[in-house]
Nanobody, 123 residues
Framework: QVQLVESGGGLVQAGGSLRLSCAAS???????MGWFRQAPGKERELVAA????????YYADSVKGRFTISRGNAKNTVYLQMNSLKPEDTAVYYC?????????????????WGQGTQVTVSS
């Protein structure tokens, strides 16, 4: 069983930065990791993803140039550095893991999910 625990959410003013962390525990695996977000009344969307090796990344158009996804040295930790935050970035952010080496972008391709962490950006 794999467990994902997010941390780092909070309240920040527009233009500010936050760094989200996701720690995986339970069993060692190599997987694609992703950060999704869901705002009230909206569907869950993939914000960023990183392949098992860290060599491939994906970013939603809305966050390109502002967000950076990376993996920790132990590979079972993934980070999302969020800069130049906007009010429209307000959402619950979820970490997810897929038992796949290659990058995947569909939410139904992810096998494990964290509980979510709230990010609120004030104007």
């Amino acid at each position: 069983q794999v467990q994902l625990v997010e941390s780092g959410g909070g309240l920040v003013q527009a233009g500010g930065s936050l760094r989200l962390s996701c720690a995986a525990s339970g069993r060692t695996f190599s997987s694609t990791m992703g950060w999704f977000r869901q705002a009230p009344g909206k569907e869950r969307e993939l914000v960023a993803a990183i392949s098992s090796s860290g060599g491939s990344t994906y970013y939603a158009d809305s966050v390109k140039g502002r967000f950076t996804i990376s993996r920790g040295n132990a590979k079972n930790t993934v980070y999302l550095q969020m800069n130049s935050l906007k009010p429209e970035d307000t959402a619950v952010y979820y970490c997810a893991a897929a038992n796949r080496f290659s990058l995947v972008t569909g939410s139904n391709e992810y096998d494990y999910w964290g509980q979510g962490t709230q990010v609120t950006v004030s104007s």
